[in-house]
């Protein structure tokens, strides 16, 4: 499963997120028609030292495996997802939404990213037995931009996992890009998935 984690208070913002009714796929001001924009390859992830990536079909609707992190107050839109996959314990997912507008399209980017931004307080306050760090790796001189940030929980039966994010933007489309594997912040390869997350905004159009 993408993004796998064995902290289950992950498991448990995820379930609560969605039980809280939190409306992810239905349009609000969603864009007409048109080409849709592109998603990341499996070639295009950071390298995996021992197991291939797999790609998953395009599929509509928001990703379970980012609600950890941007399940409630996420504004509704048509959402498109990819998700990935290696054979051991690492991840990945790929979110992509056509907004109204530009204007729309800033706001929704400088949403997400605030509340990336404050998830390891929010796993914290969920879950007393888990503690969470974010960290803040920088912008991307790319299209209208994108940043990237560092997540890594621990549990205090021990499992331990980090996950890298991004969130771009190219005029009215956002692109969220997530990674995750066990292990801490020594295990993720930032550089490399800065690469992905610019790769993602090029690619898009």
């Known amino acids: 499963m993408p993004i796998r984690t064995r902290a289950t208070a992950l498991a448990a913002l995820t379930v609560a997120a969605l039980a809280a009714g939190t ?6 001001g969603a864009a007409p028609k048109a080409t849709p924009p592109k998603f990341l390859s499996a070639s295009e ?18 990703p379970v ?10 504004p509704a839109y048509d959402y498109r997802h990819r998700a990935f996959h290696t054979d051991l314990d690492t991840g990945a997912v790929q979110v992509t939404v056509v907004t109204g507008s530009a204007a729309k399209g800033k706001a929704l980017a400088a949403l997400l990213d605030k509340e990336i931004r404050s ?5 914290e306050a969920a879950d007393p037995e888990v503690e969470a760090e974010g960290r803040f790796y920088g912008t991307l ?30 005029g009215r489309t956002v692109t969220v890009v997530g990674w995750g594997q066990m292990g801490d912040f020594g295990d993720a390869p930032v550089g490399a998935f ?10 898009l159009y």
Not at 54 to 61: E, I, L, N, Q, S
Not at 141 to 170: K, Q, Y
Not at 194 to 203: E, F, H, I, Q, S
């Open 194 to 203: 800065k690469k992905t997350a610019k790769k993602a905004v090029d690619k």
């Open 23 to 28: 409306v992810l796929t239905a349009p609000a």
């Open 45 to 62: 992830l950071p390298p995996h030292p021992s197991s291939a990536w797999t790609a998953g079909p395009v599929t509509d609707g928001f």
């Open 141 to 170: 001189p790319v299209e209208e931009g994108a940043t990237v940030h560092g997540l890594h929980t621990e549990a205090s039966w021990g499992a331990s996992d980090v996950h890298l994010l991004s969130v771009g933007r190219d």
């Open 119 to 123: 998830c390891a307080d929010r796993i």
């Open 65 to 74: 495996e980012l609600a950890y992190c941007l399940g409630e107050g996420v």
